[in-house]
């Protein structure tokens, strides 16, 4: 089949490695074999099938590439984790369709992919300069190029990459085949999707405890709530972390600094310089730099209020005295004003950490930086904080997948860290645009329900929060028996202290609840009639109709035709989706990862 192929087909290298399919289709080829080195340093398992580490660091690294290529600079462990994750679960996808397909005996002729390849060119065939005549793609240049020599070396990728395309195709086709919607099931979606309706709505919303305080709840009744609501304190594992913080936000020296910088910069332009060489060369607004400071033409209002009134009464063509504004000291020449409209140049010049500050906070990054290269116990780590003249503070405990916070800050990156390394353990600097931080993981929490004593002040919140919800699903209650004996529900909500509002008209494809059982409860609920007391769990409701309008049959069946097409393709879809949801659930996957990155992490060489 490859010689006959080879006169035909054959993609160019630079284009086969621009899709994640391409490269996933390559480097999952060696997946289904379970010798060799694939039974060594796995990253985990499908249904038995090894996924090994250099595979997936390889993919893994691929993706960064690309990610760095689309929003260049550098990736925190948060955004490397989401990688990770993401590639390990296509992993899993393509060894679990590899083997739906081997079990339904799917395959694909040669002759197939043959022909695919020659008249379904991949998209980023379709877009290439080198297949395009006046713009257009040209699918005979394309052809051309397919029995030339310089395809030759690049047969085998694209034949395997379009022979799993035709294979999973197959696949799909056989799970979707008997989604063909009922002229009835096309009615009730029509009309979900186009019925609305406006109802009346009271809400009870319970109380939130004054401050830290529980009044009327003991530890008795805490410990009785936590008893009979366990399932509510259970807990993902979780990390308890100490940090030390050094600010790196600028104080009234770099304020100072940049003020000079800018006085400077002026007395440069009014001197003779051109202010767009000033400013290519010296203004940190990168947009507006390369062009000279020039910003182009801007309306009054547009831009932030101190700029905005300098700018107004700056006579055209001289040069301001500094602006300060919340993104640094701005020196402004204007071109015209003509209306409401402006134009104008400027160059910006930041406040940042410069000259002794910087210096000190450079000192600072340094010895945090030897603390998390040299490792330390408690007393060190505290010696460490002393001496940069910061605290040891304690974060909130963090569970698995969450940031960590340290009171109202959340801090990137250390979450993801601290469930890679061992207790003791001292995290890398943690670079932020406004401090550096140094993490020490103190303990390491398994996943489960903690003791009452561990969790007393969560349950005494809790239980004040149930009595209160109590009370106020007993109002609700009161105003939906005045409801049901025909008084207004706005006046019974105002009686009973609930909130009252109206909403709508909605339908129930864009409802303004997220509870079904309120969407449910809005298109029930007969016009003038009002609902009994639905509970959710952030609230209690009680709701009346106030007006409906139904879904236009005559317009449904007018539009049937393209209506059901379009219906048939979404379900179709969904179909799809949800199997190869149903085939992760149940399969069986084992997930090293975490294991492997703590032993990474933790590993220090040895001299």
């Known amino acids: 089949m490859m010689q006959a192929f080879r006169k035909v087909a054959g993609p160019m290298i630079v284009l086969l490695t621009v899709t994640l399919l391409a490269w996933m289709v390559l480097d999952l080829s060696g997946l289904t074999s379970t010798g060799g080195m694939f039974s060594r340093n796995?990253?985990?398992?499908?249904?038995?099938?090894?996924?090994?580490?250099?595979?997936?660091?390889n993919a893994v690294q691929r993706t960064v590439t690309e990610r760095q290529k689309q929003t260049p600079g550098r990736l925190g462990l948060d955004e490397q984790e989401q990688i990770r994750?993401?590639?390990?679960?296509?992993?899993?996808?393509?060894?679990?369709?590899?083997?739906?397909?081997?079990?339904?005996?799917?395959?694909?002729?040669?002759?197939?992919?043959?022909?695919?390849?020659?008249?379904?060119?991949?998209?980023?065939?379709?877009?290439?300069?080198?297949?395009?005549?006046?713009?257009?793609?040209?699918?005979?240049?394309?052809?051309?190029?397919?029995?030339?020599?310089?395809?030759?070396?690049?047969?085998?990728?694209?034949?395997?990459?379009?022979?799993?395309?035709?294979?999973?195709?197959?696949?799909?086709?056989?799970?979707?085949?008997?989604?063909?919607?009922?002229?009835a099931a096309l009615w009730q979606r029509y009309r979900d999707e186009r019925e609305q309706v406006t109802v009346g709505v009271a809400v009870g919303v319970p109380a939130a405890p004054p401050g830290d305080s529980t009044p009327g709840i003991s530890d008795a009744d805490a410990e009785q709530y936590f008893a009979a609501h366990r399932d509510e304190f259970t807990r993902k594992k979780t990390a308890y972390l100490s940090a030390i913080q050094v600010s790196r936000l600028p104080d009234a020296s770099d304020s100072a600094a940049a003020l000079e910088r800018a006085r400077r910069l002026r007395a440069e332009v009014v001197g003779g310089a051109p202010f767009a060489e000033v400013a290519q060369r010296e203004s940190s607004d990168s947009g507006s730099a390369k062009r000279g400071g020039d910003l182009g033409e801007w309306t009054y209002g547009q831009m932030v209020k101190e700029f905005d009134a300098a700018a107004q009464v700056l006579p055209i063509g001289q040069v301001s005295e500094p602006v300060r504004s919340q993104f640094g000291y701005h020196i402004i020449q204007m071109e015209s004003r003509t209306g409401q409209k402006r134009k104008g140049r400027h160059i910006l010049v930041p406040?940042?950490?410069?000259?002794?500050?910087?210096?000190?906070?450079?000192?600072?990054?340094?010895?945090?930086?030897?603390?998390?290269?040299?490792?330390?116990?408690?007393?060190?780590?505290?010696?460490?904080?002393?001496?940069?003249?910061?605290?040891?503070?304690?974060?909130?405990?963090?569970?698995?997948?969450?940031?960590?916070?340290?009171?109202?800050?959340?801090?990137?990156?250390?979450?993801?860290?601290?469930?890679?390394?061992?207790?003791?353990?001292?995290?890398?600097?943690?670079?932020?645009?406004?401090?550096?931080?140094?993490?020490?993981?103190?303990?390491?929490?398994?996943?489960?329900?903690?003791?009452?004593?561990?969790?007393?002040?969560?349950?005494?919140?809790?239980?004040?929060?149930?009595?209160?919800?109590?009370?106020?699903?007993?109002?609700?209650?009161?105003?939906?028996?005045?409801?049901?004996?025909?008084?207004?529900?706005?006046?019974?909500?105002?009686?009973?202290?609930?909130?009252?509002?109206?909403?709508?008209?909605?339908?129930?494809?864009?409802p303004p609840f997220r509870e079904p059982a309120l969407i449910g409860a809005a298109f029930g609920v007969g016009v003038g009639k009002a609902t009994g007391v639905l509970d959710t769990k952030e609230a209690v409701y009680v709701l009346t109709g106030i007006a409906r309008q139904p879904a236009d049959s005559a317009a449904f069946v007018a539009d049937l035709p393209r209506y059901r097409n379009d219906v048939s393709r979404s379900l179709r879809s969904e179909r799809i989706q949800g199997y190869v949801q149903a085939l992760r659930k149940a399969a069986k996957v084992e997930d090293n990862r975490e294991e492997l990155y703590r032993q990474t992490a933790t590993a220090r060489p040895t001299s």
């Open 85 to 183: 994750s993401g590639v390990f679960e296509e992993f899993v996808r393509e060894v679990l369709l590899e083997k739906a397909m081997a079990q339904r005996g799917i395959t694909t002729e040669d002759d197939e992919v043959v022909e695919a390849v020659r008249l379904a060119p991949p998209q980023e065939f379709q877009t290439s300069p080198e297949f395009q005549t006046e713009g257009r793609f040209d699918i005979q240049k394309y052809q051309r190029w397919l029995v030339s020599s310089a395809a030759r070396p690049y047969v085998d990728q694209l034949a395997g990459q379009y022979r799993r395309q035709l294979m999973q195709g197959k696949l799909f086709r056989a799970v979707s085949a008997d989604v063909f919607p009922s002229d």
């Open 42 to 57: 796995a990253v985990g398992k499908v249904e038995g099938t090894p996924i090994d580490i250099r595979v997936f660091e």
């Open 351 to 510: 406040i940042e950490l410069a000259g002794a500050h910087r210096d000190a906070v450079d000192a600072k990054a340094d010895s945090l930086d030897r603390l998390s290269i040299d490792g330390a116990d408690a007393a060190a780590f505290d010696k460490a904080a002393k001496a940069v003249g910061a605290e040891v503070v304690r974060a909130t405990p963090t569970p698995q997948g969450a940031r960590v916070r340290l009171g109202l800050l959340e801090v990137p990156d250390a979450g993801t860290w601290a469930f890679t390394a061992e207790p003791g353990a001292i995290s890398p600097v943690i670079e932020t645009s406004y401090a550096y931080f140094v993490f020490r993981l103190d303990s390491l929490a398994g996943e489960g329900t903690p003791s009452f004593a561990s969790v007393k002040a969560e349950a005494r919140r809790a239980a004040w929060i149930a009595k209160e919800k109590a009370r106020v699903r007993q109002a609700a209650a009161a105003a939906a028996e005045q409801a049901a004996r025909g008084v207004p529900l706005k006046d019974a909500a105002a009686a009973a202290g609930l909130t009252y509002s109206a909403m709508g008209p909605f339908s129930r494809a864009q």
